[in-house]
């Protein structure tokens, strides 16, 4: 695992459990909160392109992209910027969404999100409380 950076930057999760007063029972429910919404917004992604919607698809990896960021998994705010940017309701016609390379790069996220999951995780183990 060496080998694979980080889904994960610890720092920014660090100093997220400071903002929420070193709780970490709180932190857990905002990564929980998160860990649910975010396979939703990939799916209203994959949604929005099957629809030719690039207005829902746009702000579906807008919100993923920050979402991602505050909990520190910047890669994948990352890749969801790169989708936002590539899907701007200004620049972006229905039929641009159908471009393979759109289609590869929301894989690319889903797959980035399973390895947040299990990094978060590991990282802030769920307890029995946390659902």
Known sequence: ME???????RDVLD?????VGDDR???RDVIDTFLDEAPRMVATIREGIA???V???SRAAHTLKSNAATL????L????????TLTSVATTDASDLAEPHIGALVDVIAHELDNVRDELDAL??????ST
């Open 3 to 9: 080998d694979e950076p980080s889904a994960v930057d």
């Open 15 to 19: 100093d997220l459990e400071h903002a």
């Open 25 to 27: 029972a709180f932190l």
């Open 51 to 53: 629809t030719g919607d």
């Open 55 to 57: 207005e829902s698809t």
């Open 72 to 75: 520190g998994a910047l890669g």
């Open 77 to 84: 705010s990352a890749m969801a910027r790169e989708l936002e």
């Open 124 to 129: 802030v183990p769920p307890t029995e409380d």
